[in-house]
């Protein structure tokens, strides 16, 4: 099956094959998309070009979102080939180390707003450069976390970012509804990534989770990408503004 057939599908924020983003990117090439990937910079590229060799894509586009005019270029090439976007996926975030390991108490103000801008903001930035390419309506898919509903251990600061993500997915599904974008927000259970490794004691998040889960399983980037393949799909033409976790069950636990 390819629900995806003839949709252009621009997937921001792939690091390596290991990356959610790439579990998103290789489930929209498999139904039938044609997926552009974006690399942060030079020495990322040589990783992300393995996932756009996997995928076939046509574009593969240098967006560091703290860089002037890389995002607007990168959406300029985009509508250059195609004339649209029908897919956006945002699965960018972070934060500085030492605000990161430490307690949000002791958050500095530096690094608060850096995380805010490339975290949040880039999600608005995108969504405002998406807009006038989704022409025929479309979907956009952001990346959050349980951390960002109730306080997880060692999540820190993150918690409090990814509660302004998901306000902000959710405004955004508000004001682009009329035009027939949809926006939603894929909340994955712990996973084992580069950027899950930078949370302190993250294998005992791991562990926890995978004891903690109904089916005592931990989830994969395929499955991931599977659920942001079925909400990218005309099919789920009536889902926006909506949490979807893909954690086997894990946030229905006390």
Avoid at 39 to 46: E, I, L
Avoid at 79 to 95: N, Q
Avoid at 231 to 239: Q, T
Wanted: with cysteine.
């Amino acid at each position: 099956m390819t629900p995806l057939a003839g949709k252009i599908a621009l997937v921001v924020g792939v690091a390596n094959t290991h990356s959610i983003a790439a579990g998103c990117a290789m489930a929209f090439a498999e139904a039938g998309a044609d997926v552009t990937l974006t690399y942060a910079n030079d020495t990322a590229k040589p990783h992300v070009q393995s996932v756009a060799e996997a995928v076939g894509a046509a574009l593969l586009l240098p967006l560091d979102v703290e860089v002037d005019g890389q995002m607007e270029a990168a959406f300029a090439a985009v509508a250059e080939r195609w004339g649209r976007i029908d897919i956006l996926v945002h699965s960018i975030a972070f934060c500085s180390a030492d605000d990161l390991h430490g307690r949000v108490t002791d958050c500095s103000r530096a690094g608060f707003a850096q995380a805010m801008d490339v975290s949040v903001h880039s999600l608005i930035r995108v969504a405002r450069l998406a807009e006038p390419l989704m022409t025929r309506g479309g979907a956009i898919l952001t990346m959050t976390y349980y951390g960002g509903e109730k306080v997880v251990d060692h999540y820190n600061i993150m918690g409090p970012v990814k509660a302004a993500l998901e306000g902000t997915m959710r405004a955004l599904a508000v004001e682009l509804g009329p035009k027939g974008i949809r926006v939603n927000a894929l909340s994955p259970g712990p996973l084992k990534t580069r950027a899950g490794s930078g949370i302190a004691h993250f294998d005992e998040l791991i562990d926890a989770a995978r004891l903690r889960a109904p089916d005592q399983n931990l989830l994969t980037i395929e499955d991931v990408g599977y659920i942001a393949t079925m909400l990218a799909s005309d099919g789920a033409r009536g889902v926006s503004g909506v949490i979807a976790y893909v954690d086997g069950g894990l946030h229905v636990r006390a």
